[in-house]
């Protein structure tokens, strides 16, 4: 284990906080423990911030959980058992103090009707000696049967630490191009800051690696609902509003000294970014119109995450709604349409029921201060991917685990 010493001069090299140090060494450590010495490594895939981090930008941002993709299905109490020889060999090799006997599955989330994300946390004890009755917790997501658009990387493991030859190993991690089309994707659908930052530090803060930028337009195109009409996403992603995230960049982007831009920056040059990332791609084809517009589409996105009525007119009728999905779907003539799914209060000829309508009939939208109670799923975060469902149900989808020893977990 590296020294209080080492951890408190890097800390203040990088200008962060020491459990975000004590966090990246121990993952660097799980990390080559399961590359270098588990079974799981020949087919986990490691994606998301610490793909970034571990396999490509040593300077990026601080990720707090190691997510991965595996092609197959999951038999999560063997993951959980190499995810514990993994802790083994780490405790052997560096001193670090895990709590194996505290290792387990957290949830379990089915996505889709194949994929399903199994969420499992560990847990050590603080470098600096503090109360083990509060370990520090890590947070590990798997996604089975993930189908990924490009081969995955064999990459050096980062790891800027004094015992990096000893935490040496080649990581599979995603391709730089399909993880920042996921990025791409996210920020559609999520608005998040981290992707908006790991999209501007990838494509025009960092020097070290020449990204091909017309593969992750390609690969998000094929990724999402776009591929017909690639004009329509450039629209939607340059209408984000961006300023709605101001408040957040530096207050929860955690990163190395010098590597966080200004925010209104990076703002402007990330829309030049845009316009050159789809520069070799159509614009202005008729079949934009297929899709909800960002006037629709942005208030309609903030309601469902707030859990808000919308109220609006349409087909000249006014209606008192709440928000479900926005799915795309092709009729028997193949014309091809983005749906907005709406719990209809106002009701009608048919009473208060589901119902799918389209954007060019809607009028003077407003999303209300009055919340409600989903009685489906909210999927407003996933539009823009193709969906396999054809109706809503009334249960949740998501599973929280009991361990054995009946102690209370968390919901995810």
Known sequence: ???????????????????????????????????????????????GGNALRKGYFGNTRFSEDLDFAFPGRIDPQDFLDALNDIGRMAQARTGVQFHLDRTEQLSRESINREQTVYTYQLFFTDFYGKSSNVPVSLHLDVTEFTRLQLPPRSRALIHPYSDHEACAAHVSVISLEEALADKLKCLL??????????????????????????????????????????????NLLTAIPFDSMRHLWDSTITCARGSLPEFTDTVARWKTELDLLFADFPRGQRSEAAFYPAHLRTPIMEAGAER?????????????????????????????????????????????????????????LTVTDERFEPRYEVELAKAGEFSDRLGFSRRTRRHVITPPSGRRVRRR
Do not use: C
């Open 1 to 47: 284990m590296i020294s209080r010493e080492e951890i408190d001069a890097k800390s203040a090299e990088l200008g962060v906080g020491p459990s975000h140090v004590q966090r990246d060494y121990v993952f660097g450590w799980l990390l080559a423990g399961l590359y270098g010495e588990s079974r799981l490594g020949d087919r986990l895939v490691l994606k």
């Open 189 to 234: 659908q999520r608005r998040s800051i981290h992707d908006l930052f790991d999209l501007a530090y990838s494509t025009f803060v960092n020097g070290e690696i020449q990204v091909d930028k017309r593969n992750v337009v390609t690969t998000f195109l094929r990724k999402t609902i776009f591929a017909p009409s690639p004009g329509a996403a450039l």
């Open 308 to 364: 808000k009525l919308v109220r609006l007119t349409y087909d000249g009728r006014e209606r008192l709604v709440e928000p479900y999905a926005l799915r795309f779907k092709r009729r028997k003539d193949g014309v091809g349409q983005e749906y907005l799914y709406v719990w209809d209060r106002t009701g009608g000829r048919t009473g208060p029921n589901i119902k799918s309508w389209l954007h060019y009939k809607i009028g003077n």
